[in-house]
C-alpha cells in the first residue's frame, strides 16, 4: 500500500492505492461532505453542489466526470461515501494488473521529475 498526503488548504486527505486483482484509490477528507441525494448527481459533467459551504469553491464539474470515464476505459468504477459535516470519501477501481501499473507510476514520476506515491 503507498500512502500521500493530498496537498490542500481547506482539507487534508489520504491517498491509498491497493493491489490484489487491481487497483483501488481511496481519497478521504475531513471537508463538508455531501447529503445523500447529491451524491448521484456528483459524477456527471458540469455539476457543482451549489450550497452556502461551497460558495468559494472553484470549479468547472468536469474533475470527477473525467475520473468517472477514466475508470470506465479500465473497466472500473467509482463510487463516494460522504457525511455532512464530516467529510467524504472518493475510491476509484480499477480493473489493471498492480505490478504493471506501479511500473508505469514510477515512469510517469521519473519522466516529469516527481517523487511517486
Given at each position: 500500500m503507498l500512502t500521500a498526503p493530498a496537498p490542500s488548504a481547506?482539507?487534508?486527505?489520504?491517498?491509498l492505492v491497493r493491489a490484489g486483482g487491481?487497483?483501488?484509490i481511496a481519497v478521504a477528507d475531513t471537508g463538508i461532505g455531501l447529503k445523500p441525494d447529491k451524491e448521484a448527481k456528483l459524477f456527471r459533467e458540469f455539476v457543482r453542489i451549489k450550497n452556502e459551504n461551497t460558495v468559494e469553491v472553484l470549479g468547472s464539474g468536469l474533475g470527477l466526470s473525467t475520473v468517472r470515464k477514466i475508470a470506465t476505459m479500465c473497466d472500473g468504477e467509482t463510487r463516494v461515501t460522504s457525511e455532512p459535516g464530516v467529510g467524504?470519501?472518493?475510491?476509484v477501481t480499477l480493473k489493471v494488473e498492480?505490478?504493471?501499473?506501479?511500473?508505469?507510476?514510477?515512469a510517469g514520476a521519473a519522466a516529469t521529475g516527481s517523487a511517486p506515491l
Open positions: 481547506q482539507e487534508t486527505a489520504d491517498v487491481g487497483i483501488e467524504s470519501t472518493f475510491t498492480a505490478q504493471a501499473f506501479a511500473a508505469e507510476l514510477a
